[in-house]
RNA sequence: CGGGGCGUAGCGCAGCUUGGUAGCGCACUUGCUUUGGGAGCAAGGGGUCGGGGGUUCGAAUCCCUCCGCCCCGACCA
């Protein structure tokens, strides 16, 4: 927290070019020396989120909301496709409903929030504000659905739910979130489990090409499922700090759901059955991968797809120049505005020097440096975010080699992430090995599935199982925590 | 809920040990000069020192008490 600044008086005496090195700083703690506060500065600094006045709670600026509406649109986009549609349910749920499904209440009871008053008077039953809407969603399709005609439901909601957390740091764990939950009921158990992986596919699409976010893709284990669910299928990421996040579920919920509310239609055969109903969600938590996985110690690096501006243009010029630049930029700018979201910065209040941190803070992916210079030679400096890269370009051919640079970091960001990656997965045989890598990164190891073996390791290690890979094959050479025959390969690794 | 840290101007902090007119940097306002990697000078505005109680002639400072925030753990998207 103060090493910085004891660094900086180093340089009191040191050389001009080195003032800006002090500059930074003192706003944004090294990625590498504190994970943590490197994360709380730069979503601070950025301007993505503010502190509530309430534990637990945050405000999500514009900044940072402009991509949350990013990613409703690209999720929504292919919701729409695979023929979900968008719906609202109620914040409260009684609390008979949320006891109906003996596991789901369970697993959820220890961080429900309770209305318990209407204006003044006590309520006859309790309201739970929705950790998840399953029971509610439950109950009202128990009502809608009659028929083998009725089915499939395949409706999602963009929703706020409350989980009363011991723990909070923003978009990754506060008391509210946003998010949103698909729910459906299907006629047989097939189409619900080809539902629940087409959905799991559905945010992978959204987090790798949208996101830059490489995950792994798998099914939880036992320990680890959903509270109701018969299996949950789940992408997990890599965080900067070798930590892994969950960072998107769907959940097979056999017929749990529909026994519990009722969900039954009378089939063709004239029997009435109950459904197989599927959920699945995405959350806020998505930015907070986003900011781990591509920041370093500069602040935010935005993949363009989700940048709320992509394109920063900072026009330089002194005196009698300044006019004129400003309208040649200005004219570079409404060029470009078809082809990207770009954002001219004439604030007369602050340096190019300034601007050129400000916006590297904030993560924009392109700057366009424009000056009396550039202009008689008719050429821009362009400078890449994700490399640091500075170039000139002739302007004529701006309007076809933006786009192409924006994919180019785009691209970029994503395999830089994989490499990281990669580059912290390893293959292991007996959980000893995690030691060497100080527990940190991603492991993968063969596992008997005795969840004895699990808790011994989290124990031990804090090291927990983050998933069964869908597509990794057994190693033979035993579960890395009691040595017996492995039955499934696992993913290893601490999790936020 | 355990461990640690911290509450003084919008932000970051000093002052507290040893009580005596509330300060510094950044930010903000105005003016002039500046502008190719965090500009300079000058003049300004801004505070119930987290809340309550106590000790005292006098409390940011000492005592009691409550509250809040951050980080790390256990629990969870």
């Known amino acids: 927290m103060t090493w910085w600044k004891n660094f900086g008086k180093k340089f009191k005496k040191q050389p001009r070019r080195f003032v800006w090195v002090e500059k930074l700083l003192k706003e944004i703690t090294p990625k590498s020396h504190d994970f943590s506060q490197w994360y709380v500065d730069v979503i601070k600094k950025a301007d993505m989120v503010d502190y509530a006045p309430m534990k637990g709670f945050m405000v999500m600026k514009p900044y940072s909301y402009k991509i949350w509406e990013f990613i409703q649109a690209a999720m929504d986009q292919r919701f729409w496709a695979t023929g979900h549609e968008n719906a609202y349910f109620p914040l409260l749920i009684p609390e008979n409903l949320l006891k109906k499904e003996a596991e789901h209440v369970e697993g959820f009871s220890a961080e429900v929030a309770w209305v318990t008053m209407g204006g003044n008077e006590v309520l006859a039953e309790r309201l739970a504000v929705r950790p998840t809407s399953e029971t509610i969603i439950g109950h009202m399709y128990s009502q809608w659905i009659q028929s083998y005609r009725d089915l499939p439901v395949l409706i999602n909601q963009w929703a706020n739910v409350m989980r009363w957390e011991k723990s909070t740091r923003p978009f990754l764990r506060t008391t509210e979130f946003l998010w949103q939950e698909g729910h459906t009921v299907h006629r047989t158990e097939t189409e619900a489990v080809v539902e629940t992986i087409q959905q799991l596919g559905t945010y992978r699409e959204v987090i790798e090409d949208e996101l830059a976010v490489p995950v792994i893709e798998g099914v939880k284990s036992a320990g680890e499922r959903f ?5 949950t299928y789940t992408l997990e990421a890599l965080m900067g ?22 969900i039954r239609y009378l089939d063709e055969d004239g029997v009435l059955k109950y459904g197989w109903t599927t959920s699945w969600g995405s959350t806020t938590r998505m930015i907070g991968a986003l900011i781990m996985v591509h920041g370093d110690d500069k602040g935010l690096r935005i993949p363009p797809r989700v940048a709320p501006t992509q394109v920063v243009i900072v026009p330089i010029g002194r ?8 309208a040649h930029a200005t004219a570079l700018r409404d060029l470009l505005a078809s082809q990207c979201r770009v954002k001219l910065d004439d604030r007369d209040e602050f340096t190019p020097g300034y ?4 916006w590297e ?3 924009v992916p392109l700057r366009i440096e424009v000056g009396p210079k550039d202009i008689a030679q008719q050429r821009v400096m362009l400078c890449r975010r994700d490399t640091g890269e500075k170039f000139a370009v002739e302007e004529r051919t701006l309007v076809q080699t933006v786009p192409d640079i924006l994919a180019d970091i785009q691209a970029t960001l994503f395999s830089q992430a994989k490499d990281y990656r990669n580059r912290h997965t390893h293959a292991i045989q007996n959980y000893q090995e995690m030691a060497q890598y100080d527990h940190r990164g991603f492991f993968l190891g063969d596992w008997c599935t005795d969840e004895r073996c699990a808790d011994q390791l989290k124990q031990e290690t804090a090291v927990t199982i983050r998933c069964l890979p869908l597509d990794a094959n057994l190693s033979g050479s035993g579960c890395v925590v009691c040595g017996k025959p492995g039955v499934r390969r696992a993913l290893f690794g601490r999790a936020y």
């Open 227 to 231: 509270a109701g669910a018969v299996e």
């Open 241 to 262: 700090d070798g930590k892994a996040l969950q960072i998107a579920t769907s959940h097979f919920l056999g017929q749990n759901f529909a026994k519990a509310f009722e």
């Open 319 to 326: 005196g009698i120049e300044r006019d004129a630049v400003i």
């Open 355 to 358: 601007k050129f941190n400000d």
């Open 361 to 363: 803070m904030r993560g």
